[in-house]
């Protein structure tokens, strides 16, 4: 089992819709979750961080953390064309230095 | 402006070369990364450090070598030993007092496209 899991995708979406992205993980001691955006032949860009379980809201997105069930989700609402890209989920352990582990990445094409 | 630079931009390699990559920060930052990115992959973790004069093997160190004689600086030299060297190469770096919190937000530079000739 990856440590990280995500559907690589593509998800396509039509302009102004939701688009949901899902991420699984296999080790529960994980603390800190993170979402990044990557267009293509790009650095990954931090989009959202969320520590704790529910929902924490920033303008058009949305990060979901259940970490009873293992998952972590990003919400899109009112999706433009501009958000077309992969989005890396990323998982942190807890306690004193512990690496970042990332998914695969889910491609979003968000369609005009 | 402060932020992660690298350097180059795209580099060729030819088969036996060492090279070096660059990657400099004016953040601030204590922590600095360098994974690889390779295409459908995530990314994997090389080298990292989280103070200067001290740095840990990631998960797939063979074939690379790294220094941190500066705060800002974090270079990360390909050796001929790398079988497998062509990828997107990325550094990251982490504010003060968070790579040991679970609070450990990484920020990219813009990155290194190595490829072997």
């Known amino acids: 089992q990856k440590e990280v899991e995500q559907n690589s995708g593509p998800l396509s979406v039509p302009e102004g819709a939701i688009a949901s992205l899902n991420c699984t993980y296999s080790?529960?001691?994980?603390?800190?979750f993170f979402w990044y955006r990557q267009y293509s032949g790009k650095s990954p860009e931090l989009i959202m961080s969320?520590?704790?379980?529910g929902d924490k809201e920033d303008g058009r997105f949305t990060a979901q953390l259940n970490k009873a069930s293992q998952y972590v989700s990003l919400l899109i609402r009112d999706s433009q064309p501009s958000d077309s890209a992969t989005y890396l989920c990323?998982?942190?352990?807890?306690?004193?230095?512990?690496?970042?582990?990332f998914g695969t990445g889910t491609k979003l094409q968000v369609i005009p | 402006d402060g932020g992660i630079t690298q350097s180059p931009k795209y580099l060729f390699r030819k088969e036996g070369q060492n090279v070096t990559l660059s990657c400099e920060q004016n953040l601030n930052h204590d922590a600095m990364y360098w994974y690889r990115q390779d295409p459908g992959q995530g990314l994997r973790l090389i080298y990292y450090?989280?103070?200067?004069?001290?740095?840990q093997k990631g998960d797939i160190a063979e074939g690379y070598s790294v220094s941190r004689e500066k705060k800002e600086s974090f270079p990360l030299t390909v050796t001929s030993a790398q079988k497998n060297p062509t990828a997107f190469y990325l550094c990251?770096?982490?504010?003060?007092?968070?790579?040991?919190?679970?609070?450990?937000?990484?920020?990219f530079g813009p990155g290194t496209r190595l490829t072997v000739l």
């Open positions: 990323a998982v942190k352990l807890s306690g004193g230095y512990q690496k970042v582990t």
């Open positions: 990251a770096s982490t504010p003060p007092n968070r790579a040991e919190s679970s609070y450990n937000e990484q920020f």
């Open positions: 969320i520590y704790s379980n």
């Open positions: 450090s989280q103070i200067v004069n001290d740095f």
């Open positions: 080790d529960r001691g994980s603390q800190s």
